[in-house]
């Protein structure tokens, strides 16, 4: 069995580090903040994804699809707060049509849970407050308790003798020529050398800058882009008892402002879309707020200035903001070396795809 370190304690270095000590190896999971799930993981929409978006055959298709059916079972046996609330994907417009038949043919493709279609009478039955001329349901789209999730995942680590290393930040890593790497960690009360069989790098939005401390080219590594999404919550009661999200346009890098609701019935809108000025960037600008309005009122028309407030951001870690581009979960990249574990790009739906990444990867060590 292999001694393992994981960079990065989000969901996805939180579920990697689980799978690799079910499967019996010795892990090290070390992050550099002072708790686990400090950035996009608890910065997120936390919705299942049912996986309908993504180009067949990609890794965020079979990977949000599988994920998802993992944590099915996972949120089931682990007592994770999840439920079922189901989606609507609403066009306003006939001329969003095409693009509605063309997200059903995809989601078929993908091996999603069915849509069902919904008339203009059906969607004014069950969400009397959204005006739409059609829509898709998704009853495989639900909503989870991400910090319930990362929380059960590390009691499982550490009841698997797994190690966290809190308040350290990977720094340096050479290769050792007997085998396996030394890695530097830096730490408050100084800096710590190890050696490790295997590293696998879920830094997330600072991915790229962990791939190159090994990578033999380290302008082969891609670039990790941060795109900022902000939320605006909304005052009084939720104007649907499901997730609403409009027909994506195809020059969004997102989804379209959408309206999630929470495990406690909260509703919000977002996120929206927008280049962040740095990985701080996390204040939601007031003045977003007729952005918002306007994007949701196509769909929710009652909606009123006065009820939206500044909530929290997100940065997505993108690997282009002009094309589709796909999940890193490869050791066997162009900039790699064996046995070191580049996983880049782990924007939406990496929540939902998280267990089977940790799946995926494990078998890789
Ligand atoms: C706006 C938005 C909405 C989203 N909505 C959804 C959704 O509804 N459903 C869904 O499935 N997905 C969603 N996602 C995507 C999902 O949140 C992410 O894919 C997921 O959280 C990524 O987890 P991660 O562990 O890779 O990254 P992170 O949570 O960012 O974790 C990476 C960790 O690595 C640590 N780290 C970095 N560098 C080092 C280093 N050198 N040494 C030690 N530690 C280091 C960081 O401190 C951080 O804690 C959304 C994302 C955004 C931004």
């Not at 790229?208 to 005052?235: E, H, N, T, Y």
Request: proline share 7%; net charge neutral.
């Amino acid at each position: 069995m292999a001694r393992v370190l994981v960079i990065g304690a989000g969901v996805v270095g939180l579920a990697v580090a689980d799978a690799l000590a079910t499967r019996g190896h010795d892990v090290v999971l070390c992050e550099r903040h002072a708790a686990v799930g400090q950035e996009t993981s608890s910065r997120n929409s936390e919705v299942l994804h049912a996986g309908l978006y993504y180009p067949p055959g990609s890794l965020k298709a079979l990977l949000c699809v599988e994920g998802r059916e993992r944590l099915v079972s996972f949120c089931r046996t682990e007592g994770v707060a999840h439920q079922w609330i189901g989606k609507a994907i609403v066009a306003t417009d006939t001329e969003e049509l095409p693009e509605l038949a063309a997200i059903q043919t995809r989601a078929v493709a993908c091996g999603a849970v069915p849509l069902q279609p919904m008339t203009r009478a059906e969607l004014a039955r069950r969400l009397p407050q959204v005006r739409a001329v059609a829509g898709l349901w998704s009853p495989g789209t639900g909503i989870v308790d991400s910090h319930g999730l990362m929380q059960r995942l590390l009691a499982r680590l550490l009841r698997q003798d797994g190690v966290l290393l809190l308040g350290r930040e990977v720094v340096e890593a050479e290769l050792v020529p007997s085998g396996g790497f030394r890695v530097t960690l830096q730490g408050a009360a100084g800096r710590e050398v190890d050696r490790f069989d295997a590293v696998v790098n879920a830094a997330g939005l600072l991915a790229d800058r962990v791939a190159r401390l090994m990578a033999p080219d380290p302008k082969a590594v891609p670039d990790v882009i941060p795109v900022k999404g902000s939320w605006f919550a909304l005052a009084g009661p939720t104007p649907a008892d499901a997730l609403v999200y409009p027909v994506p346009a195809p020059h969004l890098l997102g989804l379209g402002v959408h309206l999630t609701v929470d495990r406690t019935g909260r509703a919000r809108l977002g996120p929206d879309t927008q280049p962040a000025t740095s990985l701080e960037d996390l204040r939601v600008d007031p003045s977003r707020a007729a952005a918002f309005l306007a994007s949701a009122q196509r769909y929710l028309p009652g909606l009123r200035l006065q009820d939206l407030r500044p909530d929290t951001a997100g940065l997505r870690p993108k690997l282009a903001v002009d094309r589709f581009a796909d999940f890193v979960v490869d050791e066997r990249t162009s900039w790699g070396r064996p046995g070191w574990i580049d996983l880049l790009g782990i924007e939406s739906p990496g929540l939902t795809a998280s267990l089977a990444i940790g799946a995926r990867v494990s078998a890789m060590v």
